[in-house]
């Protein structure tokens, strides 16, 4: 029930395309669920963060959809650019406990 | 806003001896810093909470000996390996929440041990 689920594991996408990295969860107490990116040799980034009372969050071009009724959140990439290329991090957390984080997606934009 | 460094960001060392790795927000206070230790393609492990003033609250398996864990402030948190073996070499990473609800966690540069 801590788990969260993460998938693809890696994912290529052409520049200027739309990358969608997916993330379920068991736990109903989580409250709280970012997404960081991560650099290699660098450690994450916070990227956008949403709440359950919210189905979605746009930043930019990072969205986050939010399904509470399924226990899903996903991240959205609009207009992947090459430098968008990193390791993406998605984690739930209840109030100030720890996180518990996905198994990270290795994406790859190409130019 | 919302700063975390640390220190050392790379370190080599003898099998043995002793390694301390700082962690600190620079623009906010902490209360609570984590430890996380990242082994090459996978994602992060949870090794220990951070309280100010307080002892550090260790995730199962690892050894609150081995890993020594200092909350003197509120901007500071300390990480020492000691007598670290070649098997402790990794990417530590550190992280302190912040955010105005207090559930968001930033995270430090990360600091590279290689124990030889």
């Known amino acids: 029930q801590q788990q969260v689920k993460q998938s693809p594991q890696s994912l290529i996408v052409q520049k200027g395309g739309i990358s969608i990295i997916n993330c379920a969860y068991e736990?109903?107490?989580?409250?709280?669920f970012p997404w960081y990116q991560q650099f290699p040799g660098k450690g994450p980034a916070l990227l956008i963060a949403?709440?359950?009372?919210?189905s979605e969050k746009k930043e930019g071009r990072f969205t986050i959809s939010f399904n509470k009724s399924a226990k899903q959140f996903s991240l959205h990439i609009m207009d992947s650019q090459p430098g968008d290329s990193a390791t993406y991090f998605c984690?739930?957390?209840?109030?100030?406990?720890?996180?518990?984080f996905g198994t990270g997606t290795r994406l790859k934009v190409l130019a | 806003g919302a700063v975390v460094s640390q220190h050392p960001s790379w370190v080599i060392c003898k099998s043995g001896t002793s390694v301390k790795i700082e962690c600190r927000s620079l623009?906010?206070?902490?209360?609570?810093m984590f430890w996380y230790r990242q082994f090459p393609k996978q994602s992060l492990m949870l090794m220990a909470t951070?309280?100010?003033?307080?002892?550090?609250?260790?995730e199962q398996g690892v050894e609150k000996d081995k890993f020594l864990i200092n909350h003197a402030s509120l901007t500071l948190s300390t990480l020492t390996v000691t007598s670290a073996h070649p098997e402790d070499s990794s990417f530590y990473i550190c992280?302190?929440?912040?955010?105005?609800?207090?559930?968001?966690?930033?995270f430090g540069p990360g600091t590279r041990l290689t124990v030889l």
């Open positions: 623009d906010f206070q902490a209360t609570t």
């Open positions: 951070s309280n100010e003033g307080s002892k550090a609250t260790y």
């Open positions: 949403i709440r359950p009372d919210v």
């Open positions: 992280s302190a929440l912040a955010g105005t609800s207090g559930d968001t966690q930033y």
């Open positions: 736990n109903t107490a989580f409250d709280y």
């Open positions: 984690a739930a957390s209840h109030g100030t406990y720890k996180y518990i």
